[in-house]
């Protein structure tokens, strides 16, 4: 099935948010942007940048802007979704009430495919050193294959597997997270990866 197929799927199964998400990709796709399905959600893409995509949520639809950091926001519509976590996503919410402003929408995309041909991007600053927590360091100790299988993988996905055991804050969840790691990891898998070829 390709991506416009997918797209058609996920918005027919909306039951609250259907006409809303069916005007904001009518507005997208009168644009150049290439539609795609990223992580199972619209993705609005330029050269292979992602520039804008839609989600549904329980008591929202919103609007991504990947780069929206670099936005001017002219109308005051976009929010940071974590404060001090995210960096250069922004996005704009619609509730139930809210009017879909077909005009200053468009503006908003198309300030930000002149950002994406301008090369605006806000690159993550990762930290250099990986902290594994004690309990995948034990799992190495006593599996000397699991650690080979790790560092065999790359520093991202590595950092992925760390971090989704280390913020479990119960030791039988960090526990339960690890099992479920160690076959992923000794198949050279990512955490995510399932979710990126969606």
């Keep these: 099935m390709d991506d416009s197929k997918k797209v058609d799927v996920f918005i027919e199964k909306q039951t609250k948010w259907k006409?809303?998400?069916?005007?904001?990709?009518k507005i997208i796709k009168s644009t150049e942007l290439k539609e795609e399905i990223k992580w199972g959600k619209p993705t609005?893409?330029?050269?292979?940048?992602?520039v804008v995509?839609?989600?549904?949520?329980?008591?929202?639809?919103?609007?991504?802007?990947?780069?929206?950091?670099f936005l001017k926001d002219s109308h005051k519509k976009l929010m940071n979704a974590q404060e001090?976590?995210?960096?250069?996503?922004?996005?704009?919410r619609f509730e139930v009430e809210d009017e879909?402003?077909?005009k200053?929408?468009?503006?908003?995309?198309?300030?930000?495919?002149?950002?994406?041909?301008?090369?605006?991007?806000?690159?993550?600053?990762?930290?250099?050193?990986i902290s594994i927590p004690p309990i995948l360091e034990e799992a190495f100790e006593k599996d000397s294959l699991l650690k080979k299988h790790f560092e065999k993988l790359t520093p991202g996905k590595q950092r992925e597997?760390?971090?989704?055991?280390?913020?479990?804050?119960?030791?039988?969840?960090?526990?339960?997270?690890?099992?479920?790691c160690i076959p992923m990891i000794k198949d050279g898998v990512g955490l995510h990866d399932k979710y990126k070829n969606c």
């Design 84 to 92: 001090g976590v995210t960096k250069a996503l922004r996005h704009w």
């Design 161 to 180: 597997y760390s971090e989704h055991i280390a913020q479990a804050k119960r030791e039988a969840t960090q526990q339960s997270r690890l099992e479920k």
């Design 44 to 50: 609005y893409t330029l050269n292979g940048n992602m």
């Design 53 to 69: 995509g839609m989600a549904d949520f329980k008591n929202h639809i919103a609007l991504w802007f990947y780069q929206g950091v």
């Design 19 to 25: 006409e809303k998400l069916q005007s904001l990709r």
């Design 100 to 102: 879909i402003e077909t």
């Design 104 to 129: 200053i929408i468009l503006e908003y995309i198309e300030e930000a495919i002149a950002n994406s041909k301008a090369g605006k991007k806000l690159k993550p600053v990762r930290n250099k050193v």
